[in-house]
């Protein structure tokens, strides 16, 4: 394995870590899975790619859902994998310079939009309690994303395709 994918695999296990961190401090909310381990992998797309970035989320929100005993059971590979779809997008917009855009797309995917399977699996009431936490929970992780990511974006400098 050369030397540059090493690293970038090496930043994505750091990034899983740090969701692992965030996913034991919990956001107060009617879903109980609710955490800070969205934060890292949203942070992560100023050094990583969206997919490596996406990879972090999932794994994440496993460890989030882990730490609460998996309610949703095997649900939570539909939420894994919505985790990635969102900050994958996040990732590429942030790539392709919408800095201002990838905030409310986040808010509403992750907020809004991810729930929205559960109302035919579980229950309507389910989708619409979750509207009154999931929210609030994602900007929650955005704020800090928003806070932290001007301060990380100055640290990492690409020149080459490479993380200095």
Request: some cysteine; glycine content about 6%; hydrophobic content about 60%.
């Amino acid at each position: 394995m050369d030397r540059q994918r090493l690293m970038k695999l090496t930043l994505t296990a750091m990034v899983a870590a740090i969701c692992a961190v965030g996913a034991v401090i919990k956001i107060p909310t009617f879903i109980s899975t609710a955490a800070l381990d969205a934060a890292p992998a949203f942070l992560s797309v100023v050094f990583l790619s969206p997919v490596l970035a996406g990879i972090a989320g999932v794994i994440g929100h496993f460890i989030s859902a882990l730490t609460m005993g998996f309610p949703l059971g095997p649900l939570h590979i539909i939420i894994a994998m919505e985790m990635f779809i969102v900050v994958w997008i996040f990732g590429v917009m942030h790539k392709k310079g919408m800095h201002f855009w990838k905030w409310p797309v986040a808010l509403v995917l992750n907020g809004v939009v991810a729930p929205l399977p559960f109302y035919f699996i579980i229950s309507p009431a389910f989708y619409w309690t979750s509207l009154t936490s999931l929210p609030l929970a994602t900007l929650v992780n955005l704020v800090i994303v928003a806070v932290a990511m001007p301060i990380l974006s100055k640290v990492f400098v690409r020149k080459e395709g490479r993380v200095h």
